[in-house]
């Protein structure tokens, strides 16, 4: 893969253009969410790729762009590594079908190999989450869902600085101290740049025996409740350590959809409602205007 963002055969833009450009196709989407986090390991991924897929189960047309690039993860998680993207007639770059309701794009679906390192300074980077938002035509979607890399640098400010005006920001923590102290850095960078923070979402709070039932909290426990509180803002609930998120990832089968009968797939659900019921909300008050 060559060091430069990708080439989609287009004459090169001014940067007033560029943003024209993506203000148009911003037009056609309902809801643009960031995912993010403090720290690395927490579930982000995970958790995108399992609101994508909730939200399309749901009927919802449904984008996920993975601004993750030193470790798009959002690939494997889909089992589409290796998988060729079409162009439109227009010669934009159409983002992968996973499902009737579910687009996907990502820097690994343009690596020769998984095991390709993507070594890219700021100004690459940044020119690479551009041509995700001006070069892929994502069409009408509902919701846009952006997987970011952990903490506050490059990608999840240069995606809030080309979409222009995103409606809400996730944060995943996990429940110990040293977790919610970079959570809390990355809901004052959220309060900096004017993103409606969604809710916290704590992840791998207490690990149930399959054989016996009894609660052990590895991490922890209540400490994503705890800072939610503090911060004042939402607080979206728990999700456990469960063996059959990780079986479903590595399978590259959403966890929502291959196991949507368990308590930890109702819990995930009952999570994203306050996402619909928002969404639905400024639908309809739109409609009556």
């Known amino acids: 893969m060559s060091h430069e963002p990708l080439n989609t055969g287009k004459q090169p833009n001014s940067e007033f253009v560029d943003r024209l450009n993506i203000q148009d196709k911003m037009k056609k989407i309902g809801q643009k969410i960031l995912v993010m986090s403090g720290k690395g390991g927490v579930g982000k991924s995970t958790v995108s790729a399992n609101l994508a897929t909730a939200l399309a189960l749901e009927g ?3 984008g996920l762009i993975d601004v993750d690039l030193h470790g798009p993860s959002i690939p494997t998680m889909f089992n589409i590594n290796g998988k060729q993207l079409r162009m439109a007639p227009s010669g934009d770059i159409l983002p992968f079908p996973v499902s009737d ?9 343009f690596l020769e190999s998984e095991d390709q390192p993507v070594v890219w300074r700021g100004p690459m980077k940044i020119g690479m989450i551009k041509q995700f938002l001006k070069d892929v035509e994502w069409g009408e979607l509902d919701f846009l869902i952006i997987d970011s890399p952990p903490g506050t640098g490059d990608e999840p400010l240069g995606v809030a600085q ?36 969604v809710g916290v979402l704590e992840n791998m709070n207490g690990f149930t025996c399959p054989h016996c039932d009894e609660v052990t909290y590895i991490f922890k426990s209540g400490g994503g409740k705890q800072l939610a509180a503090g ?3 939402p607080f979206l609930g728990s999700l456990p350590i469960d063996p059959e998120i990780v ?9 929502v959809d291959s196991f949507g009968k368990t308590t930890t797939a109702k ?3 009952e999570m994203i409602q306050p996402i619909i019921d928002n969404y ?9 205007a």
């Open 247 to 255: 079986e479903a990832c590595d399978s590259g089968k959403p966890y």
């Open 267 to 269: 819990l995930f659900l």
């Open 60 to 62: 919802y047309k449904v």
């Open 280 to 288: 639905e909300k400024l639908k309809a008050e739109k409609a009556n």
């Open 231 to 233: 911060m004042k803002v």
């Open 162 to 197: 080309q979409v222009g005006k995103l409606d809400g920001g996730i944060v995943v923590t996990t429940p110990q101290e040293v977790a919610a102290a970079d959570v809390r850095k990355n809901i004052n960078f959220a309060h900096k740049l004017n993103i409606p923070i």
């Open 101 to 109: 309701n579910l687009k996907v794009i990502s820097v690994g679906l």
